[in-house]
């Protein structure tokens, strides 16, 4: 117990997407039990929004719930070759950007990309299903504002991504292995823009971290198409972390009347020729 204790107090001081804040340091969460998703608003006074708050994060994506929004844009990523770390962060394995791995631009604010991570299984639900997976983008924005742009994965072909991460994951395992619940391995540059996939639809809605402090206002865009990882590819993600946290997704939390916006290119293009065809000549 002392050891998850202590490799707890060192997720708090890095936390798992927020920066270090000195009042949260040393409270430990989890996904079960005692310090299960349920409980994290009752763990710290600066969790109260994970019980509290009315717009949390993840949800289940619901057709009924889900509106077309024919001002959205395609989703504008410019991400650089830029040097990565992948850590292996207690509660999630990540992978932490350089300055300048570039940006995402959301409703005219741009936001820098910060780190990756994965969640096993997904913590959104498209349309009612988990998925094996999800990829969380962090980026942030000059005011301390998150948007985080999420990728849902099924069992299926391998991901190339990850295969050129393999021999760094099996490393995270082998630290893992010695003792090192904290292990970082250099991946050097790596280039972005293999992870910057061209999207035709996503979700779009206003949720919160899906860690303590849970904090709000945070900018979600799921990607809508499901991608794939291999099984062996899941379980490489998972095979660092401690057993509490291999299934490390916090359930859906209510929508509590939120919108979820919905943007696909083909109903784009499909409109922009109908109002065409409409136009008198
Ligand atoms: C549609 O998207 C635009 C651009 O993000 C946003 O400003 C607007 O509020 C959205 N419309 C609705 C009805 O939410
Ligand atoms: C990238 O990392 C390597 C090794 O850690 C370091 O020598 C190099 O200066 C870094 N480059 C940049 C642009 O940060
Ligand atoms: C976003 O910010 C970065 C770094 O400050 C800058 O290089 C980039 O041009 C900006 N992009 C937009 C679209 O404003
Ligand atoms: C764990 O790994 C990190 C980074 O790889 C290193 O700085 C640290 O000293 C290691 N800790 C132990 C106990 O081996
Ligand atoms: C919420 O996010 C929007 C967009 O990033 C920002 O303009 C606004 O100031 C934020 N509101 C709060 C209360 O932080
Ligand atoms: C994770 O969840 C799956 C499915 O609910 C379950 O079969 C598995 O035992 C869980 N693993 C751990 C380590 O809790
Ligand atoms: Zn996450």
């Given at each position: ?17 927020a ?115 999800e990829?969380?983008?962090?980026h ?16 299926g072909?391998?991901e ?69 990882m ?8 998972r ?43």
């Amino acid at each position: 117990m002392i050891i998850i204790i202590k490799f707890c107090f060192f997720a708090m001081a890095i936390l798992c997407v927020a920066p270090a804040n000195a009042q949260t340091q040393g409270v430990v969460f989890g996904y079960g039990g005692k310090n299960g998703p349920n409980r994290w608003g009752h763990l710290n006074p600066h969790y109260t929004k994970c019980s509290v708050g009315k717009l949390q994060s993840p949800i289940d994506i619901q057709r009924r719930q889900t509106f077309y929004n024919r001002s959205l844009e395609s989703l504008h990523r410019d991400y650089h070759t830029t040097n990565a770390t992948l850590v292996n962060h207690v509660c999630n394995v990540a992978m932490f950007f350089g300055e300048g791995a570039g940006d995402v631009v959301i409703d005219n604010k741009n936001y820098s990309l910060m780190q990756m991570h994965w969640h096993t299984p997904s913590e959104h639900h498209l349309h009612g299903v988990q998925y094996a997976a999800e990829l969380h983008m962090v980026h942030q924005a000059k005011d301390g504002s998150y948007a985080v742009v999420a990728s849902l994965f099924k069992i299926g072909s391998e991901e190339p991504f990850l295969s050129q991460m393999k021999d760094k994951l099996v490393k995270l395992k082998e630290e893992r292995r010695k003792g090192n619940q904290t292990a970082q391995v250099e991946v050097g540059k790596i280039d972005t823009r293999h992870i910057e996939r061209k999207t035709r639809k996503y979700f779009r809605y206003v949720g919160s971290l899906t860690t303590p402090p849970c904090s709000e206002n945070v900018s979600w865009t799921i990607l809508g198409k499901v991608r794939s990882m291999s099984k062996e590819q899941v379980e490489l993600l998972r095979s660092p972390l401690d057993t509490s946290y291999k299934n490390n997704s916090r359930p859906c939390q209510p929508l509590n009347g939120r919108r979820v916006e919905m943007f696909h290119e083909l109903a784009t293009e499909k409109q922009e020729t109908s109002s065409k065809k409409k136009k008198p000549n």
